[in-house]
């Protein structure tokens, strides 16, 4: 029998299915490298020149306006912007993201858990400018009523982020602390550890590098995501001043602005150069979640 | 049934088992189980895989509580009626500490690892009360020499040998009545399931052990009575010497010899 195995001999034209199928998958590999390099040049071409002419105006002031008389490219508004909307987005959805991974972890019956994670997947597939909708027709009058002057403000924007971002933290924290080791659970239980001891004191550490991750990916889409972020954060250039001030992020400028700007033009130049800042910043979050990973596997 | 009970030596037993049964489900893991474990001594449960030892032991301290398990029986435990619905889980479980099969020393320091009984049971312990009974607790498993200068290190950076002992020392701050080990050697080598029964016979007096294991030859070396189970039901105990050499009922005798299990 193992004879008859060894002496089977593939007929002559799976040789070349076999190697047009290698052919294939090496195709697709390398052109989505290829693909990658491209933007990279795309991007790059469009905005480098733009970058080093004009850099030290870009990040000393705060003056946005490409279509003034002169132009003037200051971008710190903008940053300032971005950085508003984020980190008080993060300060939303971080505990609140963390509190529900670990109430699916380690709190919810099995079958309430499954349902929920179906739920919170489902607000993961809901598009950006839907969330856009919700922030002009429930959170605008809503921040109205608690005395904002503008609903369209900074702080609609990062509750908007906020909500996008937390099918990420609360799948992917879900994710680490379930890949905790059972039997750390029962160290800490047999050791007379109530629950809530266990979690705290041994889940989260434990899971922290996972959770991590989690928190990095989700600045990754906060500081990329556009038009959501477009229809609700007011669109007026500023360092924010107080909660309800309006701002406008890199990408609600790139995207509100491309259309107008005359190709190959200056300012047209100078959004791309606003690309490559937002393509530094993600690439430099990511690259940080990445090493966070490879760390653990280590471990 | 032919448990003969052997008659604990004086005092109150640290665990008292009387008729005791349990079920998953439908299936019978315990059946009218009926022992007495003596202060201070080390008992070990021996039996084929499924015989209900490790289910046993885990009832001691509560640590199989899932909903589809079943108890009948009374068992009392370091003083606390474990069949009560009343009784404290936490407190129970701080007076008898449980070392598992595979060591499982948290992902912490390994300070913090000795430490978390008292963060838990005892928080307002004075720091330097506690780092003295982390020192006494680290020397008495003969750790304290290896790990003295990296108390913050990784307690997962040691060597298997040393996290059992690590999970050993980390029960020992509580100043438990019971300890038990669910097969504590399992997952070591030679050398260190030498070490680990060195440490259970210079504590054999100051704690009661109970030992679960799979390895005869080590219930033969470490303890001072041995049960022999089968089949959820507690066939035999007695003298170790005297179980392995005269064993009473014909299925321990068997099971010894090596003909089934």
Redesign the interface.
């Known amino acids: 029998m193992a004879d008859t195995i060894a002496r089977r001999r593939p007929p002559a034209h799976v040789k070349y299915v076999e190697w047009a199928i290698e052919g294939l998958v090496r195709l697709c590999g390398v052109s989505a490298i290829v693909f990658i390099l491209a933007i990279f040049v795309f991007i790059g071409k469009e905005g480098l020149v733009f970058l080093a002419e004009h850099v030290g105006g870009m990040l000393t002031s705060t003056d946005w306006g490409p279509t003034n008389e002169p132009a003037m490219y200051g971008i710190l508004a903008l940053v300032a912007g971005t950085l508003w909307c984020v980190g008080l987005s993060l300060i939303l959805s971080v505990p609140m993201g963390l509190a529900a991974a670990v109430y699916l972890a380690e709190f919810a019956p099995e079958g309430r858990r499954e349902f929920l994670k179906i739920v919170v997947e489902l607000l993961a597939a809901i598009p950006s400018v839907v969330w856009g909708f919700i922030g002009v027709m429930i959170l605008n009058p809503l921040l109205q009523w608690m005395g904002a002057p503008v609903g369209l403000n900074g702080l609609n924007g990062a509750i908007v982020l906020a909500l996008m971002t937390l099918p990420l933290l609360v799948s992917l924290g879900e994710d680490s602390l379930r890949a905790v080791?059972e039997?750390?659970r029962?160290?800490?239980?047999?050791?007379?550890?109530?629950k809530w001891?266990m979690v705290w004191?041994?889940l989260l550490?434990?899971a922290r590098r996972g959770l991590l991750v989690a928190v990095l990916l989700g600045v990754g889409r906060c500081v990329g995501e556009t038009m959501a972020v477009l229809m609700v954060t007011g669109h007026s250039v500023r360092i924010p001043d107080g909660l309800y001030s309006p701002v406008r992020t890199l990408t609600a400028t790139i995207a509100a602005e491309l259309g107008e700007a005359v190709r190959g033009g200056e300012h047209y130049q100078a959004l791309f150069a606003l690309g490559i800042l937002l393509f530094f910043v993600t690439f430099l979050v990511n690259l940080a979640a990445d090493t966070v990973v490879r760390e653990r596997k280590l471990? | 049934m032919s448990q003969d009970l052997v008659a604990a030596p004086s005092g109150a037993a640290p665990a008292r088992v009387r008729g005791l049964s349990l079920w998953y489900g439908t299936f019978r893991a315990l059946d009218r189980v009926t022992l007495d474990v003596a202060p201070g001594e080390i008992l070990s449960m021996i039996g084929p895989s499924g015989c209900g030892k490790s289910t046993l032991l885990r009832c001691f301290?509560r640590?199989n509580e899932q909903s589809y398990v079943r108890m009948e029986g009374d068992l009392e435990v370091a003083g606390y009626d474990v069949m009560s619905r009343s009784t404290d889980?936490?407190?129970?479980?701080?007076d008898v500490?449980?070392v598992?099969q595979?060591p499982?020393?948290?992902?912490?320091s390994i300070r913090e690892n000795v430490l978390?009984?008292l963060?838990?049971?005892a928080p307002k312990t004075p720091r330097s009360v506690a780092e003295g009974m982390m020192e006494s607790a680290l020397q008495q498993v003969a750790l304290w020499e290896l790990v003295k200068d990296k108390l913050d290190r990784d307690a997962?950076s040691l060597s298997l040998e040393a996290r059992q002992k690590l999970?050993i020392a980390?029960?020992l701050p509580?100043k438990p009545k019971v300890l038990l080990f669910d097969e504590p050697c399992s997952a070591l080598d030679p050398d260190g399931t030498a070490a680990v029964e060195e440490l259970m016979d210079e504590m054999r007096g100051t704690f009661t052990q109970v030992v679960v294991t799979h390895n005869m030859q080590q219930a033969r070396r470490v303890s001072d009575r041995c049960v022999f189970m089968l089949m959820g039901e507690l066939v035999e105990v007695a003298p170790t010497a005297e179980l392995f050499t005269h064993p009473k009922d014909e299925r321990t005798a068997k099971y010894i010899e090596g003909r089934y299990g």
């Open positions: 080791p039997s750390y029962q160290a800490a239980i047999a050791m007379g550890a109530t001891e004191r041994v550490p434990a471990q | 301290n640590m889980s936490l407190a129970l479980r701080r500490g449980m598992f595979r499982n020393p948290l992902p912490i978390f009984g963060r838990l049971h997962e999970c980390r029960l509580l």
